[in-house]
């Protein structure tokens, strides 16, 4: 298994230096021998067998790893969806492990952004409407948050939307609102789950670069996938297998663009046949 120390400080768009190191009182979060069991039909499964890592702030990690692997009880437990059997879970210097529902349920909604392969938009809501719908659940739906919302809409190319309902708007397009959606609060870090898996490799390319943009300006984002060409876009890859860490892996820069590259060649043939 290969391990790394903490590494990734916020560089500004368009610095292309290698990732250095960064003191370990930046670290976003800390999860140390992480488990987590269920009890099906008097078996008890394990699914996390004592999972450790740390993801500094401003860091870019591709999660992957085949079915069973424990990739999918790791993203539950990363969206405080749910509490590890045991081990220790730390968001900043809150220890999530031994929150309680409704803590659990504050963490979410203030401090986790979340982007679903499938979008979870309300279709009767517009593009700005769903961009604040976090807030709604907090009582802040005053001017200065819709104006947020607009900006959010207009940084990823969504300014001519705003009044929108989903069924206007394409895959990538809903793919921009969930990501906008996700910013509105400004959180800890954006859990991204599968999220370019319902789209084509145009719009793929597309979101990715957004969530590049995001990484240069030092956002937190965890995107677990299962598409290698997609992992290749982010600082680090984090493999599981059987439950546990099998691989942590630092990308180079010249490798990250070695694969924007190779998808934009992807790209461009797809065009072409067009």
Partial sequence: MKTQKAYG?????????????????????????????????????????????????????????????GKSTLLNLLGCLDKPT???????????????????AD?????????????????????????????????RLGAEERQRAIELAQRVGLGDRLDHRPTQLSGGQQQRVAI???????????????????????????????FDQLSAEGRTIIMVTHEDEVAERAKRIIRLKDGSLHLDELISQDRREAARQEQAAAVAELLARA
């Fill in 180 to 210: 906008a959606r996700s910013l509105i609060n400004d959180p800890s870090f954006v859990l991204a789950d599968e999220a370019t898996g319902n789209l084509d490799s145009v719009t793929t390319g597309e979101i990715l670069t957004i």
């Fill in 86 to 104: 045991s081990g220790s879970f730390l968001l900043g210097d809150d220890d999530i492990a031994r929150m309680n529902d409704d803590q659990l």
């Fill in 9 to 69: 400080s916020p560089k500004p768009i368009g610095d292309s230096s290698i990732d250095t190191e960064i003191p370990s009182n930046e670290i976003a979060i800390s999860i140390r021998n992480l488990t987590k069991e269920y009890v099906l039909k008097s078996e008890t499964v394990r699914a996390l067998r004592g999972v450790s890592f740390d993801v500094p702030n401003g860091d870019y990690v591709a999660i992957m790893g085949p079915s069973g692997s």
């Fill in 107 to 139: 963490i979410r909604s203030q401090r986790i952004g979340f982007i679903f392969q499938s979008y979870n938009l309300i279709q009767q809501l517009s593009v700005v409407e769903n961009i604040q719908v976090p807030l709604y659940y907090q009582g």
